[in-house]
């Protein structure tokens, strides 16, 4: 018989869980981790203000008088040095590698609600064990991104001052931050995983299913 359980915890491990994926997903995604200076173009209606932005992959910048946002990884990690920096590579992989395995995690958490055990073994360790590892990727990968902050591309960008974990004339974008929290959100719902295993093995879920009953909720 298939029990279906949701309890407050697993509940709140699920969304936190789906969080942090998002988090750092649309980070991953977008060209926003550093921003360059403010820049005016002149135009032939005035002066038009322009601001330069770089993610991991991606960027966008001015071309033929208009904003152009593309991804310079043209060749994947093939791509030439000059063009897509070792350590952005290397952050791009670790990064890339923790969501795909925080993925596998989200999609636990959901099948979580019907089995709550895989050979023996809970379902909520195993995908809290993946999110620390996760967790850590994505420390790795946030790590190695500053050390990429010497390259030609960003100089261009942030001026001859910058140098790896220097930014020179630029400032970190809102995508380096939401990677960030991504990163604390998925430590959190590591721990809270435990939790979410008690909840869904209490006496209290024992008596439910004792009763007969194959659909679970408690608070």
């Not at 670790?94 to 395995?101: D, E, N, T, Y």
Request: hydrophobic share 50%; aromatic share 10%.
């Amino acid at each position: 018989m298939c029990y279906v359980i949701v309890t407050g915890r697993s509940l709140l491990w699920t969304l936190l869980s789906l969080a942090a994926l998002m988090a750092v997903l649309s980070a991953l995604l977008t060209p926003k981790w550093l921003v360059g200076p403010h820049t005016i173009k002149d135009t032939k209606n005035g002066t038009e203000l322009f601001v330069p932005t770089v993610g991991i992959f991606n960027r966008c910048t001015r071309l033929y008088g208009r904003t152009h946002c593309a991804n310079f990884n043209v060749d994947g990690f093939a791509t030439h040095s000059s063009v897509f920096p070792g350590f952005w590579k290397a952050s791009l992989f670790f990064v890339s590698f923790g969501l795909a395995v925080m993925t596998m995690t989200v999609l636990a958490a959901l099948i979580g609600c019907c089995i709550q055990s895989i050979g023996r073994k809970s379902i909520f360790d195993l995908a809290g064990v993946a999110q620390a590892i996760a967790g850590i990727l994505y420390l790795v990968g946030l790590s190695l991104y500053p050390a990429g902050w010497g390259a030609e591309r960003v100089r261009r960008i942030c001026g001859p001052e910058a140098d790896a974990f220097h930014l020179g004339d630029c400032t970190l974008g809102w995508a380096f931050y939401s990677a960030v929290i991504g990163t604390g959100l998925t430590f959190a719902a590591a721990m809270l995983s435990g939790q979410a295993e008690k909840s869904t093995a209490s006496d209290k879920v024992q008596d439910k299913m004792n009763e007969g009953r194959t659909l679970i909720c408690l608070a």
